[in-house]
């Protein structure tokens, strides 16, 4: 089969598996010639086969100590007919570029929001790697999760909570900028919002970990969080994944207490850059000010794509000696975004901004190459034409 690109809305149905390969592989590239951090050599990385959870692993096995780590996701294989998601592949491509150097690289596949999941995780941490894990990094993006305790299945809406917010945004199928309304949210809706985004299942996993004595002393575990800016509150800090980043940062202080007394250990949230993910190109009207975004921060010179901004967020702050942590402990990677000059132009360009002049005021070359390149296109050594045997790679195994 020849792998050609097919965008549905904001959602790419197909991924190159080579191209993957190749988005991992410069990935691994940037982290091994970035300033190297004294930090883990055995970790953990819950949602690890894409945006901010896989450039965790990546700064961690190729741009620290090393690190054997064990990644956990939901991703779906090539059936031969159908490519399989760049999850997928990006699993089983990180593998390779790990075992070259002699790293454990486990893959989990399924539920992580399941008891089963835990389970099998903490068997393998205790029988096969080592025993324990020296850093827990939660980096889940999903849009639904069924309790384990109850056996109902919540869905997250991204909605708002202050009234209907029309405004404009980019559409990459089309290649156009259009109108989105961003709904407002019931009570109803926020709360399973909360139960699928915010800090429940992370919670849940730490003291899995805990409990089962797999966590070694002074361990850290981090959650991956967004504020964003005013321009955009209602869409996100005042909506209902804003509420969900309010409960994870909550479960970030009750989970610092509970490990500091159990292991010595500590938690945090990390509230991290708006970037183009699988998951942040859902959200209704944020595709647009992240093409602002990256325009402004490219024109200052502070652009960080997703491997830079993790990179940074573990050699100087995490492991490093620059760390920046506001009021509430969280640590703030996202301060270049929302320092006052970058905001000030965005508000500014966003005021011109019409059907017209969109690809040129906003970076949306830039967004959309970056959409292109987490599926897997767009890489210019990287045979398009070339004729994939998915049955062939299929074999391979996460
Ligand atoms: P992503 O869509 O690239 O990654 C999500 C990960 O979760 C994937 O590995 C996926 O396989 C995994 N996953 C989803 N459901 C699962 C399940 N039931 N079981 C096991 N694994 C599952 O998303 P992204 O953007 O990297 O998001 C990760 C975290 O970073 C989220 O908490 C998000 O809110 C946060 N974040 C994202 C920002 C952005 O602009 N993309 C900005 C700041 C924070």
């Keep these: ?16 598996p080579y191209g993957c390969r190749e988005a991992v592989k410069r ?33 961690l096995a190729f741009g620290g100590s090393k690190a054997d780590t064990i990644g956990v996701s939901y991703e779906t294989a090539s059936n031969g007919r159908k490519t399989g998601t760049a999850g997928w592949w990006n699993n089983i491509f990180f593998k390779q570029e790990a075992e070259k150097e002699g790293l454990l690289a486990k893959n989990f596949v399924g539920d ?38 109850t056996g109902i299945t919540h869905k997250s809406s991204l909605k708002s909570r202050t009234g209907n917010i029309t405004g404009p945004t980019l ?27 915010g800090g429940e299942d992370w919670d849940l996993w730490v003291k899995a970990l805990c409990e089962a004595d797999v966590l070694a002393s002074g361990c850290k575990t981090y959650a991956y969080s967004y504020l964003g800016p005013e321009l955009i509150s209602g869409i996100y800090r005042d909506g209902t994944l804003g509420a969900a980043k309010r409960h994870l940062e909550q479960t970030a202080r009750e989970l610092s207490i509970y490990l500091k007394e159990k292991i010595d250990g500590d938690a945090y949230v990390s509230v991290n850059k708006a970037l183009v993910t699988k998951a942040s190109a859902y959200i209704p009207i944020f595709p647009l000010y992240a093409a602002l975004l990256y325009k402004v921060m490219k024109n200052m010179g502070i652009h960080e794509g997703t491997i830079e901004q993790t990179h940074r967020l573990f050699a100087d702050m995490i492991y490093g000696d620059s760390p920046e942590i506001d009021d509430e402990r969280r640590i703030r990677p996202d ?17 011109d ?24 296109f767009g890489f210019d050594n990287v045979d398009y034409s070339e004729d994939i045997d998915l049955d062939e790679l299929a074999k391979l195994k996460p």
């Design 1 to 16: 089969m020849v792998v050609e690109p097919k965008v549905k809305g904001s959602l790419s149905l197909t991924a190159h």
């Design 27 to 59: 990935q691994v590239e940037y982290v091994k010639n970035a300033k190297q951090y004294k930090g883990s050599k055995k970790a953990l990385i819950i949602g690890a086969s894409s945006g901010y959870g896989l450039a965790t692993r990546i700064s």
């Design 112 to 149: 992580a929001f399941s008891y089963e999941m835990k389970d099998e995780v903490i068997k393998y941490i205790k029988e096969e790697f080592g025993g324990k894990v020296d850093i827990v990094v939660y980096s889940l993006a999903s849009g639904v999760r069924t309790d384990p305790k």
């Design 171 to 197: 559409n990459i199928e089309k290649g156009c900028l259009e109108d989105k309304t961003m709904e407002n949210a019931t009570d109803e809706e926020l709360e399973e919002t909360v139960k699928v985004m």
């Design 335 to 351: 301060n270049w975004e929302l320092r006052d000059d970058v905001q000030e132009k965005i508000s500014e360009i966003l005021k």
């Design 353 to 376: 901004i019409n059907h017209e002049n969109f690809k040129e005021l906003s970076d949306y070359k830039g967004y959309v190459d970056d959409f292109m390149n987490m599926n897997g």
